[in-house]
C-alpha cells in the first residue's frame, strides 16, 4: 500500500514517467529509472525512444546544470549511475534488433601521462546513448595507441580526454601524428576535459571541442551527418 | 596613501606556510601583507582567475608589488593573463605539489608510478572536508572506486614534521585504500618567491 507520498511509476501516464524518470536520474536514483525503464518497455516503447527521450535527455539537463555550477562531480556521478541502471536493460534490446543504425565507431582514450577518465567515460555513456559504437581505450595512452586503434576500428570520429594541464599538449602531439599521416583529413578529432577550451582545441588543430559529455555527443552526430 | 610592500594574494591552502616563512624573512604583516582565497576553488579551478582578477582590481594600486600564490593550478593560463594585466606575478609551476617537491623530485616521484595521490600538510590537516566530503565520499561511498581506481600511492609531501599530520595522512591512505608514501620536502620553492617579492620595493 502506498503512502500519500509516494509516487507509484505504474499510474503515470506515458508523459508523467518520462518526466519523472528525468527527475529520478538528476536525483541519482537508479532504482527508480530502471522501473522506469521496464515499464515504459512493457508499454511498448521502443529502447531508442526510451534512451533518448529519458536517459539521454535527462543526462543533458545534468550536464546543463553541472555547467552552471548547480551540480558537481559526485552528482554528477550519481545521475551517470542512475542513467546506467536503465541502459542496462536497453542495451541488449539495442544489440539484438539493431533497431538503430550505428552510427559507427567512437575511439576515446585518456592521453598519454593521465590516469582521469570520469569525464571520458561519461563522455562515452552519452556517445552509446546517441548510437555511437564506443572504443574505450582507457587512460594513459601514447600515440600509438590511438594509431593502433584507429587502424583496427577505422573510427568515424577520434576522441581525447585530459584532465591535467600537463598533460593536454599531448593532444597536439598526436593530431600532429595523425596529419603527418594524412588521416587528419578524413578522421575527425574532438578533444575535451576539464581544463580546456575552444582557444586551445583551435591551438592543436582539433576538429572539434566537447565542453561537457552531452554537447560532445551531440557535435559527434553532426559530424558523422557532415561526412555522410 | 603610502604604499605597503608586498601583497601576497595565496591560496588558503598556503596560509600557514606563508606565515611562517614571513616570520623565517623577519617581515612584519605590515611589509608583506597576506590575503587568502578559499582552497576549496581548486574543485573549480575556473574560478581562481576570476576571483584573483576582482582583488587585484580593488587592492592592486595599494602595494608596491605583487605575488600571487598560486601555481598555474589548472586554469590552464587563464590566471597568467590576469598577472599580466595587473603586473603581477605568481608562484613557479603547475601546482604546489610540483612548487614544494621541486620539479626533479615530482617528475621523479610521477614516473616511477603515474598513479600517484599528493597530499601537503594542508591536505592531511583538512582531508576529511576537502578530499573526503568534497569528492562527496560521505554521501556516496560507492564512488570511491570511480575517483581512485587508477591511483597506488597516496604521496604526503610534507612541509613540516608533524607525527599528528603524518598519522593523519596515512590514515587517509588506508581510508582511500592506496599505499602510503612519506617524503619530507620542506617548503620547496615558496621561499625563494616570498624573499623575491619583499626584496622588490
Redo the contacts between chains.
Keep these: 500500500m502506498a503512502n500519500g507520498d509516494e509516487i507509484i511509476l505504474e499510474d503515470l501516464s506515458d508523459d508523467d514517467l518520462v518526466e519523472q524518470m528525468k527527475d529520478d536520474l538528476y536525483d541519482g536514483m537508479a532504482d527508480e529509472v530502471h522501473e522506469g525503464t521496464q515499464i515504459l518497455l512493457k508499454r511498448g516503447w521502443s529502447a531508442n525512444d526510451i534512451l533518448a527521450n529519458a536517459l539521454v535527455e535527462g543526462m543533458r539537463i545534468v550536464g546543463v546544470d553541472f555547467r552552471d555550477g548547480i551540480l558537481f562531480v559526485p552528482e554528477v556521478l550519481q545521475c551517470a549511475g542512475a542513467m546506467k541502471s536503465g541502459m542496462g536493460l536497453l542495451r541488449p534490446i539495442l544489440a539484438a534488433t539493431d533497431s538503430k543504425a550505428s552510427l559507427g565507431k567512437f575511439v576515446i582514450g585518456t592521453v598519454k601521462g593521465d590516469i582521469h577518465d570520469i569525464g571520458k567515460n561519461l563522455v562515452g555513456m552519452m556517445l552509446e546513448g546517441a548510437g555511437f559504437e564506443v572504443i574505450d581505450l582507457g587512460i594513459n595512452n601514447p600515440v600509438e595507441n590511438y594509431l593502433r586503434a584507429i587502424d583496427e576500428h577505422n573510427p568515424a570520429v577520434l576522441g581525447m580526454s585530459a584532465l591535467l594541464t600537463t598533460t593536454m599538449p599531448y593532444m597536439g602531439v598526436v593530431i600532429e601524428e595523425l596529419d603527418k599521416r594524412g588521416i587528419l583529413k578524413t578522421l575527425p578529432v574532438m578533444v575535451g576535459g576539464a581544463p580546456l577550451n575552444q582557444e586551445f582545441a583551435d591551438a592543436v588543430n582539433a576538429t572539434r571541442y566537447g565542453r561537457d559529455a552531452a554537447v560532445s555527443a551531440e557535435l559527434a552526430r553532426a559530424l558523422v551527418g557532415m561526412n555522410h | 596613501m603610502t604604499k605597503k610592500r608586498c601583497l601576497v594574494l595565496a591560496c588558503g591552502a598556503l596560509a600557514r606556510e606563508v606565515i611562517a616563512l614571513r616570520e623565517q624573512l623577519g617581515l612584519s604583516e605590515a611589509d608583506m601583507v597576506l590575503q587568502c582565497l578559499p582552497a576549496i576553488l581548486h ?3 575556473a574560478l581562481i582567475a576570476p576571483r584573483v582578477e576582482a582583488v587585484l582590481k580593488e587592492r592592486r594600486h595599494e602595494f608596491e608589488t605583487v605575488l600571487v600564490g598560486y601555481g ?1 593550478c ?4 587563464a590566471l597568467d593573463v590576469v598577472l599580466a594585466k595587473y603586473d603581477a606575478t605568481r608562484l613557479p609551476h ?1 601546482h604546489c605539489y610540483e612548487f614544494f617537491a621541486g620539479t626533479p623530485k615530482f617528475e621523479a616521484i610521477v614516473d616511477a608510478e ?2 600517484s595521490f599528493f597530499l601537503t600538510d594542508f591536505l592531511a590537516r583538512h582531508f576529511e572536508r576537502l578530499v573526503w566530503q568534497g ?3 560521505d ?2 561511498p560507492h ?1 570511491l572506486d ?2 581512485f581506481s ?2 597506488k600511492d597516496l604521496v604526503y609531501l610534507a612541509q613540516t614534521d608533524n607525527p599528528d599530520l603524518t598519522a593523519r595522512a596515512e590514515a587517509a591512505a588506508k581510508r582511500l585504500g592506496l599505499n602510503f608514501v612519506h617524503t619530507h620536502v620542506g617548503y620547496g620553492d615558496l621561499p625563494a618567491a616570498l624573499a623575491k617579492a619583499a626584496a622588490h620595493v
Design positions: 574543485n573549480r579551478p598555474d589548472g586554469t590552464a593560463g603547475q603515474l598513479g569528492l562527496g565520499l554521501r556516496f564512488l570511480a575517483y587508477h591511483y
